[in-house]
């Protein structure tokens, strides 16, 4: 197959830890890959893109992976509020603008979700993010949607090379063990091979949003238990709750992320499962485990 026959794939925050994993993936479909973001990408070529400033040049590309984004648990306040927006909502409204008739798979987050109960949560549970992320998130789906994008909510992203999850699970061990918030719950987590297998595929799914989660949920002492190697013993929650607090107090002066949130504590202490039949139904198949992750980083 000759170059101009391949499939051109642009994919935004391909510096990034996801955005990476989803290039390469591409890359190796036999996909010619289009990096953008503000750093080079792991393969093919790269544009700079500021998504807080500047459209993206999509010349020449055929299909658009969007994974770029501000993440993380800032402090509450305009700044970071204004800072999330700035990317997740105009970033979005710039990128659909220049991809045009191109399809678009809009990479989103599970923390869309307002609080659930404990059934698993479907496509169409009303959103509301406990933060700037999830709701400037959620704010930029609604202009992808509207757009005809497919839009995937992937939960706790983790995998080979994770800046996030396990590096916060891993700070909290002392003495031995790790203290969470009791009791133990069920939580949906999502390999990040898993996610870009969903990516390459979405393209040809109908329009709207899936969930993308690995195919079970866990037990979240079990998980914390083997990720950091030590066990997990319970603290009252209502204890943790006024640390997180008091840390979040201290962040908003020091303009810092919180090294413990309120945020963080519900998703610690709520037991949120994915339910990702609609993906299923499109015969995308998660086929990447936590055990699989833990054996490859041995």
Known sequence: MSGRDRLRVAVTGASGFCGGVVARAAAAAGAEVVCLGRRPGPVGESRYWDAARTPPDLTGTDLVLHLAAAVGDPPPGRGSEAAFRAVNVDGTARLLEAAGERPVVWVSSASVYAPAGPEPIREDHPLGGLTAYGRTKAAGERLALNAGAVVLRPRAVYGPGDPHL??????????????????????????????????????????????????????????????????????????????????????????????????????????????ISRARAQRWTPRRTFADFLTSAL
Not at 202 to 215: F, L, R, T
Not at 255 to 268: D, K, N
């Open 166 to 275: 396990l590096p916060r699970l891993r700070r909290a061990v002392r003495g031995g063990r790790v203290l969470l918030p009791g009791p133990d719950v069920p939580l949906s987590l999502t390999a990040v091979e898993n996610l870009a297998d969903a990516c390459l595929a979405a393209h040809s799914w109908p329009a709207g949003a899936y969930n993308i989660a690995d195919a079970c949920a866990y037990r979240r002492d079990e998980v914390v238990a083997a990720a950091c190697g030590v066990p997990v013993r319970h603290v009252p929650i209502t204890l943790t709750r006024a640390a997180a607090t008091f840390a979040t107090g201290i962040a908003r002066l020091t303009r810092r992320e919180a090294s413990l949130s309120r945020y963080a504590v519900e998703q610690l202490t709520s037991g949120v499962v994915l339910d």
